[in-house]
């Protein structure tokens, strides 16, 4: 059910990054797509269900990049699609959910609100709400990269996910658990946005007051019990960074492979440049799962004023 | 022969970059693999074979990525690997070609007498000239991306190809113009650097004194005959573009595309902003071939001091 344009994405080593890393280093390059994100694989089954259903419309919250996907996928369904954002979300994911054709709602305040939001316009217009990281598809979705990572013999023995409301972890690390239990799952969180990786470590649902992060692609600040469940399942660690590792990993990405990606897709490189001896002589990969910057912004923080 | 990272890059619409360019348009995405660039596909080739028939050693010149994927397809079966290259060349392309443990040589002029000195090399040494677009295998390892481009019913009906020693327009022309003659086979070339448009108009090899331009990887000045007799063959035109044209397309990639790329890379969409009345309304996919830049001289660039 999924178009093959998000499937099979390009998944290499990356030897020019390792001399500043410290360890074998390998990409699965989620960027190189009309949405330029992973979420298409997983609004692709939504959008596609929801079409064979005779659903006509479905809503969603997101900090841009979920939004996007749907709007893509549910475009060429037919489907109406409707975003809930906050206003402060990045406006290049906000412009590319209006130019493919979504109803785009603004909510003065964060990604918790656009959340309410979006639930509230789902029951008062009797439409699906899509719930990311709580409804399956979302994990599912995410699963097929973890398919597509342990097809043949990973060469990688740890896997490193940017982790936010838990579909792209606990999706690519259920599979990678089941079919590759030897390898690491250790999901990455910024310093600034760590309510579920306190709850991981606590085993229960901790919230937090505030986000402050770069990484709006993984600000959240009310886990959802159910994926903290499946979480518990399937990590073998889960580490906070902080926003100078992230923007030094972007920095790398930038310079050593010649990409451009958004906060959220450098956690991983961010959380090797923060233990160098535990992942020394380790061959990670880590998920660039997402480009969508605004660029005047990225430019900032990748080449700051001297 | 070729190894799966070279092989089914990622192909997609980009309609972020169509209100720019007045018509829609679609990418094959050829640098998100271990040398990024499109040459891996015709090193993996050439190695395999060398390697089979017991082969211990190939010399090439190149402007940098040529030498980086014959590096790497070299190593990975045991081959001494040369490669000649201007001492101007793109100060990273030459830092990869030693990375990856090739021998590297610098000449004092430009990428022709890198050619020569490549040639001797050979000679004195008795091994293996690869010499691109004359070698079959460099078109072969190319038209493997036009057999990717034409699967299923492509859904652009003009291809722009960027034009150098002719290896990726003869190698994919031939294949699209063989599966999906429907197609239109546009070749581009800079400017400045404009020896073998020139030669494919007057259908004679027209050599010029030098070359000046950005693009690297196409500036040569000695056509070679049989590469020009099977352009003429496949080839539905041949443009220039300007330099600047060149910038603004890498700039447009950058903003709408997130996407670094190298001058070469450019070129087909530089020469869409440079005749938008032709290709109104058509629908245009373009080989982005390779994304080896120096980043401070790219950003001058593309950002040039205001």
Redesign the interface.
Known sequence: MIDP?FL?????????LEPALGCEVSIK?E????V?SFKGRGTELVASQLAEAGSRAVVCASAGNLGQALAWSGRRRGLDVTVVASRFATKAKLE?IR??GAKLELVDGDHELARERAAAIAQYDGIRLLEDSLDLETCEGAATIGLELVEGTPEFDTVLIALGGGAMATGVGHVVKELAPEVDVVCVQPLGAPAMTHSWRRRRVITTESTNTIADGVAGRFPIPEVLDDLLLIADDAVLVHEESIVTAMRLL??HA???VEPSAALGLAAVLEDPTRFANHHILTIICG???D?PTY?RWV?PPS
């Open positions: 344009v099979d994405s390009p998944q290499y080593r990356c030897e020019a390059l960027t190189a797509n009309p330029r590319r130019a493919l930038l310079d010649g990409l451009i480009s969508n910057v660029l430019q080449n």
